[in-house]
């Protein structure tokens, strides 16, 4: 994780932009972290700028967990604190079982190089797999080969 290669919308698209994540497997998931950039600086060195709109934050989202296309739960989230904060941390009462979700940005403050944008940098979903995976027998063993 770092500060300069994060998500951000398209110029001028904040409120009302998404992303989503999705699994293979379904995944028994206990809690959420989710990062946002640096309120000043950041990527390219353009969150709080210019420094009259302050600093940049996703102010509120909505955050949907999904099994097999249906909803099953949903968590109002508040302002989401960049990595130096330790990010914005949702932790579930209950673990769920969950194979998709999708964060909806609602409010953000300041702006990146004067665009209203909407910018995360990571989203960590702390959990595992609900069913165990299938042994898989080794078949063939392949090794690089170094030169010298």
Do not use: C
Request: hydrophobic share 40%; no cysteine.
């Amino acid at each position: 994780m770092d500060n300069e290669t994060g998500w951000l919308a398209a110029e001028d698209q904040g409120v009302g932009e998404w992303v989503e994540l999705s699994w293979p497997t379904e995944m028994l998931v206990s809690s959420i972290r989710l990062v946002g950039p640096p309120p000043n600086g950041g990527d390219w060195g353009g969150f709080g700028s210019p420094e009259e709109q302050g600093d940049y934050y996703v102010e509120a989202g909505t955050l949907k967990l999904y099994r097999q296309g249906v909803e099953v739960e949903s968590f109002s989230i508040n302002r989401i604190e960049p990595l130096e904060n330790g990010g914005t941390l949702l932790v579930l009462d209950t673990p769920l079982v969950i194979d998709q979700l999708r964060f909806t940005v609602e409010a953000i403050s300041g702006r990146w190089h004067w665009q209203e944008v909407a910018a995360l940098n990571e989203i960590e979903v702390i959990g595992m797999a609900s069913e165990p995976w299938p042994l898989l027998e080794i078949m063939t063993l392949f090794l690089p080969l170094v030169g010298r």
